[in-house]
């Protein structure tokens, strides 16, 4: 197959300017030169980046996952890219043939939906959560997985065409989750590259109450919009539990708490369980929907 063509998305809220421009120097130098980069600023006007991206100032803040549907949105419109690369504003790519090898895979594979990047700190160290799957003991492990992160991928537009664009209403968390399962249940794969690193820095997610919050409404969306029926209460069951294991912050428990009750009573969109042949296809992959 001829390689595919590349486009860039990168959503900003202008707080990371030195990392933002380190990140765009490492775009710039790849192997294989994107088509187009777009870079989305959510609530900031972006006139302080020099940078030859087309530039989407908006006027609010539309979260991570609808800042990225407006870039996906201009992508598509301009009818010249195949694949899509979405990338942290703080990451930074620390090769030069990043953008080589994503072209390689997909064009080896019309099926492959999704690539996950592997992502490291400073030193080198990828972190247990940064490794999509269960037995996260060795981030140097390749292959299908059920899930990406969100810091660096690559989307293959036919596969977007067919089952949407991110869940803007999540506006953060779970949000990769959501849009993995759409994939999966539409036959594609996802593959987690770990050749393929994003360095990013160590922080923790977990540093406000708004977190704890989203991360419970959202999980409850997910579960409510994609899981049959039987598996609801067992999949929220089992997140109940390992949320009270692992609190310990009683302001944390609380935006939780509230974030869980606004779940269950608010819209949560349109309901499109996943059939179960992907619930048996997920459990093979080492990871059944309901951890």
Same mark, same amino acid.
């Not at 959510?42 to 100032?57: E, G, H, Q, S, Y």
């Not at 089952?163 to 506006?171: L, N, Q, R, T, V």
């Not at 968390?173 to 996802?190: F, N, P, Q, S, V």
């Not at 089992?238 to 606004?262: D, N, P, Q, Y």
């Given at each position: ?19 933002? &421009? ?37 006027? &609010? ?15 598509? /419109? ?29 064009? $080896? ?12 700190? /400073? ?51 779970? /949000? ?6 759409? $994939? ?108």
């Amino acid at each position: 197959m001829p390689l595919p063509r590349l486009g860039v998305v990168i959503v900003t809220m202008g707080t990371r300017p030195h990392e933002l &421009e380190a990140l765009l120097a490492s775009v710039a130098k790849q192997d294989a030169p994107a088509a187009r980069v777009v870079l989305v600023g959510n609530a900031t006007p972006l006139t302080d980046v020099a940078t030859d991206a087309t530039k989407v100032p908006l006027g &609010e803040n539309l979260g991570c996952p609808g800042g990225r549907n407006v870039g996906l949105k201009l992508l598509r /419109e301009s009818g010249d890219v195949d694949v899509v690369i979405e990338l942290d504003d703080d990451g930074l790519l620390i090769a030069d043939d990043v953008f080589g090898q994503i072209q390689q895979l997909f064009a $080896a594979d019309p099926k492959l939906g999704i690539i996950g990047f592997r992502v490291a700190d /400073e030193s080198g160290h990828t972190e247990r959560r940064w490794v999509p799957r269960l037995r996260a003991d060795d981030p140097m492990r390749r292959g299908q997985v059920t899930a990406f992160l969100g810091g660096g991928h690559a989307f293959s537009v036919p596969m977007l065409e067919r089952i949407g664009d991110w869940a803007g209403e999540f506006f953060f968390g779970h /949000e990769e989750t959501d849009l993995a399962w759409r $994939a999966l249940d539409d036959g594609w794969k996802i593959l987690y590259e770990p050749d393929l690193v994003l360095q990013h820095p160590k922080t923790s997610p977990a540093r406000h109450a708004v977190y704890y919050r989203f991360t419970a409404r959202n999980r409850v969306w997910l579960a409510r919009r994609r899981l049959p029926l039987p598996l609801i209460p067992v999949h929220l069951g089992v997140w109940i539990v390992l949320t009270l294991s692992r609190l310990r912050s009683l302001s944390g428990l609380r935006a939780w708490c509230g974030g869980f009750v606004e779940g269950l009573r608010s819209p949560c969109g349109s309901r499109k369980a996943m059939k179960w042949r992907t619930v048996w296809r997920m459990t093979r992959l080492g990871r059944p929907p309901l951890v």
